[in-house]
């Protein structure tokens, strides 16, 4: 069996994450990973009381790493162009990890039992409503309610462009013609969207 030097915890955690990333997390088990990262059946159980555990954990992991990817635009003198970049950045991460958005936004975990979980989500949500303070100089009250609603509109576009994937090819309903114009201009939506934002 294969020594591993450092954190075990995190390698599992990680594991899991490249696991999901690739099928999903319907299907997975402990002893999957287990197996996966070459340890016995029982070490997953020395650090995680159950399979929820260990999700929450990538799911914490998979909000940092969301986070990163907003940080990764830099911001310029343009707040509300810097918005619009961080909902595109949004989502392309849901586009090209769909089994991890959806483990971060779908799985039912229960906040209080998952306490990484929760604050990492609210990390990646403090990272949208810093930019919008920007727009709203400071106004706190504004700054939640917008926030609140632009990220409603980004999910809503991701989840619409998901669909569409889904339909495929052989769509023809007015649905389907629609949906495949919002990828394409997804930068144009969003710059509409940010002017309806109420700065006050």
Same mark, same amino acid.
């Given at each position: 069996?294969?020594?591993?030097?450092?954190?075990?915890?995190?390698?599992? $955690?990680?594991?899991?994450?490249?696991?999901?990333?690739?099928?999903?997390?319907?299907?997975?088990?402990?002893?999957?990973?287990?197996?996966?990262?070459?340890?016995?059946?029982?070490?997953?159980? +020395?650090?995680?009381?159950?399979?929820?555990?260990?999700?929450?954990?990538?799911?914490?992991?998979?909000?940092?790493?969301?986070?990163?990817?907003?940080?990764?635009?830099?911001?310029?003198?343009?707040?509300?162009?810097?918005?619009?970049?961080?909902?595109?950045?949004?989502?392309?991460?849901?586009?090209?990890?769909?089994? $991890?958005?959806?483990?971060? @936004?779908?799985?039912?975990?229960?906040?209080?039992?998952?306490?990484?979980?929760?604050?990492?989500?609210? +990390?990646?949500?403090?990272?949208?409503?810093?930019?919008?303070?920007?727009?709203? +100089?400071?106004?706190?009250?504004?700054?939640?309610?917008?926030?609140?609603?632009?990220?409603?509109?980004?999910?809503?576009?991701?989840?619409? $462009?998901? $669909?569409?994937? +889904?339909?495929?090819?052989?769509?023809?309903?007015?649905?389907?013609?629609?949906?495949?114009?919002?990828?394409?201009?997804?930068?144009?939506?969003?710059?509409? @969207?940010?002017?309806?934002?109420?700065?006050?």
């Amino acid at each position: 069996m294969q020594y591993h030097h450092g954190n075990l915890k995190q390698q599992l $955690i990680t594991f899991t994450y490249d696991w999901i990333a690739v099928n999903g997390f319907d299907r997975l088990s402990l002893r999957e990973i287990a197996k996966i990262a070459n340890v016995s059946q029982t070490a997953p159980y +020395r650090h995680f009381d159950s399979k929820e555990h260990l999700l929450a954990e990538v799911g914490a992991l998979a909000f940092d790493n969301f986070s990163k990817e907003m940080n990764a635009n830099e911001d310029t003198n343009d707040p509300a162009d810097d918005l619009v970049k961080c909902g595109v950045t949004y989502i392309e991460f849901g586009l090209k990890h769909p089994y $991890i958005i959806e483990l971060m @936004f779908n799985h039912p975990f229960k906040g209080g039992d998952f306490p990484n979980f929760l604050a990492a989500s609210d +990390r990646a949500f403090g990272e949208l409503q810093t930019r919008i303070k920007r727009l709203h +100089r400071g106004n706190n009250d504004a700054t939640r309610l917008n926030s609140i609603s632009t990220h409603a509109y980004v999910h809503g576009l991701l989840s619409i $462009i998901q $669909i569409n994937q +889904r339909i495929g090819d052989a769509g023809t309903t007015d649905y389907y013609k629609a949906s495949s114009q919002v990828k394409n201009n997804l930068e144009k939506m969003l710059v509409a @969207f940010v002017k309806t934002l109420d700065f006050s």
